[in-house]
């Protein structure tokens, strides 16, 4: 089957039907409501998954609970081994900026990938899409990865040749919420010490601003397989 011809809910019901455990990551992007919404429909009580690094934007803390609140979706909130005063104590203040790639790693891929693995999950959704970045211009629709452990975990992008326009006009289409940071301006946002506005009409260009780094991680941890 060409997977890359399917639409984003035909691709999403074809895997999901079939998978024992199912996840959907969140970062509560207008993304990540277009996937809830269309999730739903296929499976009420998909795990939607969202990383709390404790840095997150305030209005993105409260639009969480709005999702939750309005879709009654099951939200799975997973949270790094250690607190920031932990982090500090153990590595200086400020590690977002001493060491970027290591806090992303503490407070975001690793408690992703213990979650992937202690939980068995075999199918991981997310909103990721080719025009968000240059990194992310050959994206697949269907991937196969595989995880430090060895495992193999079926990773899918429905959302992947759709356009930020796209994106947009579906979310008016349908009268769905966005998070209110969109609005300030950001395209793209994380964990505040590390997103501003965007510098270009590169969707993620206000992120790891003046850092050697386009991505935080939980895209590139585990390995492809072609």
Known sequence: MDYEKLSAYDLMETFILK??????????SINTVVLIYLALKIKP?????????????????RFMEE???KFNINLKIIKPEISLKEQAELYGDNLWNSD???????????????FLETQSVDLWITGMRRDQ???RSNLKKVEFHKLPSGRNIIKINPLA???????????????????PLYDRGYTSFGCVPCT???MSSDERSGRWKGKSKTECGIHTFTEKIE
């Open 100 to 114: 970027p790639d290591k806090c992303c790693f503490l407070r975001k891929v690793k408690p992703l990938e213990t």
């Open 196 to 198: 501003d506005l965007p």
């Open 133 to 135: 970045s240059k990194t």
């Open 45 to 61: 009580d998909i795990e939607v998954v969202s990383i709390d690094t404790g840095l997150l934007f305030k209005e993105t803390y």
């Open 19 to 28: 998978a024992r455990y199912p996840i959907l990551t969140a970062s509560f």
């Open 67 to 69: 999702v939750r609140s």
């Open 161 to 179: 040749d759709w356009s930020r326009k796209e994106v947009w006009g579906f979310v008016s289409k349908h009268g769905l919420m966005y998070n």
